[in-house]
């Protein structure tokens, strides 16, 4: 079974920077992954950020930006704001079939 | 601007099928893959399949016993079948359009894979 994982929570101060990983426990993550990155504010549904590792969709602000980092996909904040708390999924590719991580919930703090 | 709207009945009995159907306006089917996705209370979103334009299906292989994707392109809508419902069936369900851009030709292959456009989402609950 293939598992995708995430940190389930982190806190960050306003005006901070951090980053957020995804893993597999199928190895390395790569592009062949096409890693996804997506954020969900309470009642809402999920809000594309990041596509195929590093690609920003129009409506994603450039404090938003993805990369791999040491085999995981890797979805870093910079100058966050307090609009930015929410919860974040990252989503793999695997041959055909799609897995989420876990998703991790974001502290603005 | 393609905008996605899912239907069908918020309760289901236990061991009844879950009918859901994703009306696609604003663009069509072609082109695209078709997803749906869950989301039970409280917990995080988990994939449950996709369809081609052309009816080509994958499905996640913990529902893929019980479940069907089709696609009716006359009526630019895909629709989600789920027999034999329990409660772990009960979660807000969610339509998105999967893209995929960037053809090589030479390659034969996508070089960027997407989910931009989702639905809002339609809260199904399984109880007798």
Known sequence: ?109 | QVQLQESGPGLVKPSETLSLTCTVSGGSLSNDYWTWIRQPPGKGLEWIGHISYSGDTTYNPSLKSRLIIAVDTSRNQFSLHLTSVTAADTAVYYCAREGRDGYSPSERRYYYYYMDVWGKGTTVTVSS
């Open chain 1, 1 to 109: 079974q293939t598992v995708v994982t995430q940190e389930p929570s982190l806190t960050v101060s306003p005006g901070g920077t951090v980053t957020l990983t995804c893993a597999s426990n199928t190895g390395a993550v790569t592009s062949g992954h096409f890693p996804n990155w997506f954020q969900q504010r309470p009642g809402q549904p999920p809000r594309a950020l990041i596509y195929t590792t590093n690609n920003k969709h129009s409506w994603t602000p450039a404090r938003f930006s993805g990369s791999l980092l040491g085999g995981k996909a890797a979805l870093k904040l910079s100058s966050v704001q307090p609009e930015d708390e929410a919860d974040y999924y990252c989503l793999l590719y695997y041959g055909g079939a799609w897995v989420f991580g876990g998703g991790t919930k974001l502290t603005v703090l």
